[in-house]
């Protein structure tokens, strides 16, 4: 298992490469020791498209965005995203899971319109919904919608989704994965909590 992930985060310092594309068996030893999915997300410096062997092929035309909207960084780990659905003709929920008992946790407006600004062009929906376990929301959500073809996270940064019972809700996810789950890769954090929006580079994605 290691030395599989290791060996592919090798293969990235010598070559760079945009995505890797892997299976899921769900035949790891444990969801805490995890399979080569989730060491990949966890160690590769790179997007990382999680396929459970069930995953039936069909067109790409709906994509989830599950997102604390505090976990993008910066507005380029989504240019893949926003290629994909655009060249697909998919149509993109924005996924929000809230903690009815914490509403302050809730992202700031200047951070969802941060993300929503950078995936203008593209069709959106928000979606909200409310559970106290995050991993369980998204899997309540998944259930109510068989229609959708990618799940796609942000697990690079220690954001609420990340924090959550000191367990990575990525890799948790992609331990058994339902549907295809991509991993966008992150790691250019923005230096304050709450910032001004007029402030973040659009233009250059930084």
């Known amino acids: 298992l290691g030395e599989r992930v290791e060996a592919v985060a090798r293969l990235l310092i010598m070559e760079p490469i945009d995505l890797i594309v892997v299976g899921a068996t769900g035949s790891g030893h444990t ?3 995890g399979s080569v999915a989730t060491g990949l997300l966890r160690q590769a410096a790179t997007h990382v498209l999680v396929v459970p062997l069930s995953a039936a092929i069909r067109p790409l035309k709906q994509v989830v965005l599950a997102t604390d909207y505090s976990s993008v960084n910066d507005a380029q780990s989504l240019v893949l995203l926003t290629d994909l659905v655009s060249r697909k003709a998919a149509a993109l929920t924005l996924l929000t899971i809230d903690d009815p008992k914490h509403p302050e946790r809730q992202a ?3 951070l969802r319109q941060y993300v929503q600004r950078a995936l203008e062009g593209v ?6 919904s409310h559970d106290r376990d995050v991993r369980q929301g ?3 959500y998944l259930d109510v919608h068989p229609q959708v073809d990618m799940l796609v ?4 940064h220690k954001g609420l989704f990340e924090l959550l019972r000191k367990q990575s809700v990525s890799r948790s996810m992609a331990y058994h994965p339902t549907v295809p789950l991509l991993a966008l890769y992150d790691d250019r954090p923005i230096s304050a909590n709450d910032p001004d929006l007029d402030a973040m580079p659009f233009a250059s994605f930084q």
Do not use: D, G, N, W
């Open 31 to 33: 969801e805490r020791v």
């Open 108 to 110: 700031s407006t200047a």
């Open 123 to 128: 069709q959106t929906t928000l979606y909200a």
């Open 138 to 140: 998204i899997k309540a």
């Open 153 to 156: 996270l942000l697990p690079h």
